[in-house]
């Protein structure tokens, strides 16, 4: 994640299907200037204990 935040200027969209990895991802980023605006989950396979997340993160201004 440190290299891709170095490398985007305005918004990452993360598509993640395992919520440990999102929120140790998560951390690291919001070190770096960034921050959460938006966090849904969607449950696409009914009947089953998978979750997809999607987070949406912009930069921090200043």
Known sequence: M??????VRQ???YV???PATL???L????GKGWQVKD???FDLFPHTHHIESV???ERVAG
Not at 2 to 7: D, H, K, Q, W
Not at 27 to 30: D, L, N, S
């Open 2 to 7: 440190g290299s891709l935040a170095g490398a």
């Open 11 to 13: 918004r990452i969209v």
């Open 16 to 18: 993640s299907c395992e």
């Open 23 to 25: 929120a140790r991802d």
């Open 27 to 30: 951390a690291a980023i919001e």
């Open 39 to 41: 966090l849904r989950a």
């Open 55 to 57: 987070a949406v993160l």
